[in-house]
């Protein structure tokens, strides 16, 4: 089992960045992969980025906007308590969401999730 919780979120200005963190505990979260996606109003969720196990390979969504603008890292000095980011640059209201860090494989379809985070992007 993996729990997820996830901090950072808030409301912020047009133009400025931000950084949401989620602390992933567990037996398994060092061998986990781990992501973020988001869900915008009257929006499914979507995929926004992953990270393997150890701080290995990063994939991103397909929007050049994503790839541009949001970066993932993760801390996992610690076996049972890793901790994923997601730096998000030049902030704009359509990134308004509430955030989720998800963990686990499939991950685009993760078995583990976060509560959410609300950002709300005020223009």
């Known amino acids: 089992q993996v729990r997820l919780e996830e901090s950072g979120g808030g409301l912020v200005q047009a133009g400025s960045s931000l950084s949401l963190s989620c602390a992933g505990s567990?037996?398994?979260?060092?061998?986990?992969?781990m992501g973020w996606f988001r869900q915008a109003p009257g929006k499914d969720r979507e995929f926004v980025a992953s990270?393997?196990?150890?701080?290995?390979?990063?994939?991103?969504?397909?929007?050049d906007d994503v790839k541009a603008r949001f970066i993932i890292s993760r801390d996992n000095a610690r076996k049972t308590v890793n901790t994923v980011y997601l730096a998000i640059s030049s902030l704009r209201p359509e990134d308004t969401a509430v955030y989720y860090c998800a963990a686990g494989t499939p991950i685009l379809d993760p078995p583990y999730w976060g509560q959410g985070i609300q950002v709300t992007v005020s223009s």
């Open positions: 990270i393997m196990p150890r701080g290995g390979s990063r994939y991103y969504s397909d929007s």
């Open positions: 567990g037996r398994t979260v060092s061998n986990e992969v």
